[in-house]
Nanobody, 124 residues
Framework: QVWLVESGGGLMQAGDSLRLSCAAS????????MGWFRQAPAKEREFVAA????????GYEDSVKGRFTISRVNAQNTMFLQMNSLKPEDTAVYYC?????????????????WGQGTQVTVSS
């Protein structure tokens, strides 16, 4: 069992930067592939970024490439999402997710554990 808690969301303006954090419980954080997803009102949850268990591989949704950076510090049981050049269309609830194993996972069904989400709102 892994418990995930996101933090760092807020109300931002277009062009701002924001860093989200995902804190995980447990002693085997480094064994889990992790990801960030987001869900805007009336839309399905969508993939944002993912990182392998060791942090050596990452993947991004096309609209965030070059603006967002996913990272993790296994010794601190924490994953991050650095978001730069924010746009109004980035407005959503952002969720972190985890699954035991390696690789870069990009679909919701790949993940077993989910956090409660943190709201990011970007005004124009």
């Amino acid at each position: 069992q892994v418990w995930l808690v996101e933090s760092g969301g807020g109300l931002m303006q277009a062009g701002d930067s924001l860093r989200l954090s995902c804190a995980a419980s447990g002693r085997t954080f480094g064994s889990y592939a992790m990801g960030w997803f987001r869900q805007a009102p009336a839309k399905e949850r969508e993939f944002v970024a993912a990182i392998s268990s060791g942090g050596g591989m990452t993947g991004y949704e096309d609209s965030v490439k070059g603006r967002f950076t996913i990272s993790r510090v296994n010794a601190q049981n924490t994953m991050f999402l650095q978001m730069n050049s924010l746009k109004p269309e980035d407005t959503a609830v952002y969720y972190c997710a985890a699954v035991l194993g390696g690789g870069v996972r990009t679909t919701t069904r790949d993940y077993r554990y989910w956090g409660q989400g943190t709201q990011v709102t970007v005004s124009s």
